[in-house]
Each structure stands twice: as C-alpha cells, then as structure tokens.
C-alpha cells in the first residue's frame, strides 16, 4: 500500500505500508532526500495530546531529528509544508483512505 502526496511541488512525499512498518520518503525532483521507517503500533502509542494531526506532526519531526539532518529547519516555511505533506500521506495509509 504506497500513497504520494504531491502538495509541495516537485517535492513529492510517499509512505508506504509494508506489514507493520510504514517507510516514509521524501524526494527533491526525482532525488531521495531523506527516508525513515517506523512500526504502526510506534505512532499508536505516540499521544502527547487530544489532538491527532498535532500528535502526527510532531511523531515526524522526532522522526527526521533522529535522523540528524543538518540542512533541515523545521521552522522554515517550505520545512513544515514538507512535513504536512508527510502527515497527509501517513494519514491516509493509518485511515485506510487511499483515494
């Protein structure tokens, strides 16, 4: 099961369910920028608050900082469109919505 979400032009970012583990992929152009994998259960459990896109948003940005990415400023504008683009796509393999 793969989803792109192509809300960041020619930045398309795709997550993929493979059993129970969700790879997640971010490209510049037709380039992997970066990529990171976690189990479903992993995102179940991450519940800091009430509110579930809030709760996803901030799951990715552990995500990527566990990755050490020294270019990537999540507070830039064009970062956290990056990383709505990402939750949209994770939502959609979560909620079974892949329209």
């Given at each position: ?44 459990r ?46 959609k ?7």
């Amino acid at each position: 099961m793969k989803v792109i979400d192509k809300s960041v032009t020619d930045n398309p970012q795709i997550a993929e369910k493979k059993g129970e583990e969700i790879i997640v992929i971010s490209k510049f152009k037709k380039n992997i920028a970066f990529k990171y994998r976690f189990k479903i259960d992993e995102i179940q459990r991450f519940k800091p608050t009430f509110n579930e896109s809030y709760n996803l948003n901030q799951f990715i940005r552990t995500k990527i900082k566990e990755l050490k990415l020294k270019w990537f400023n999540e507070t830039e504008p064009f970062y956290t469109r990056i990383i709505d683009s990402q939750r949209c796509a994770i939502s959609k393999i979560l909620n079974g919505d892949l329209k």
